[in-house]
């Protein structure tokens, strides 16, 4: 019972904390362009999200941790179509990716303390929680860059928003 106790406590210090950690480096260093967050041809425009994963059926049921923040930057909804808001966006949709990638890393750890077995349960619970969150990110990212194309296009080709290099 101490050790259900402790995981509980472990996985909510690390959510935390590294949203945390997160939250404290400017949102500029989380480029579309680092090789983590590049688009990847076989998500095809985001496309592949929605026809693999039904993206679209489950992904507004998902929380927005930035609440949790002082100066979190809500992703819920689409507030502005301002180059800069469109940027912001984009590079805090790699914030979250990478504050959800560092925490499933993070699952190792738990083989510190607990069995093999429970170790991978607590990896399975890593992925269950991450991986939404991480595909949800990049299907934003994907629709955020389709969103900055059209605006562009309607603003006669000056740059309206950020691109996400394939």
Not at 116 to 121: D, K, R, T
Request: positive net charge; proline residues 5%; aromatic residues 14%.
């Amino acid at each position: 019972m101490i050790l259900i106790g402790v995981n509980i406590a472990a996985w909510l210090m690390l959510h935390l904390g590294i949203a945390w950690a997160g939250m404290q480096v400017p949102f500029q260093w989380f480029s579309p362009r680092q090789r983590l967050f590049r688009a990847r041809g076989w998500e095809a425009a985001g496309r592949a999200y929605e026809r693999y994963f039904g993206i679209r059926r489950w992904k507004d049921r998902l929380p927005d941790g930035a609440a949790l923040f002082a100066g979190g930057f809500r992703k819920a909804e689409l507030r502005s179509v301002s180059r800069e808001y469109l940027e912001r966006f984009v590079h805090e949709t790699c914030r979250g990716e990478a504050v959800h990638w560092a925490v499933l890393g993070s699952a190792v750890l738990f083989f510190a303390w607990n069995p093999w077995p429970i170790g991978l349960v607590m990896v399975g619970y890593a992925l269950v929680v991450n991986m939404p969150c991480i595909l949800v990110q990049r299907y934003n990212r994907l629709r955020l860059a389709q969103l900055s194309l059209r605006v562009r296009a309607a603003a006669g080709g000056r740059r309206a928003g950020p691109e996400v290099p394939k």
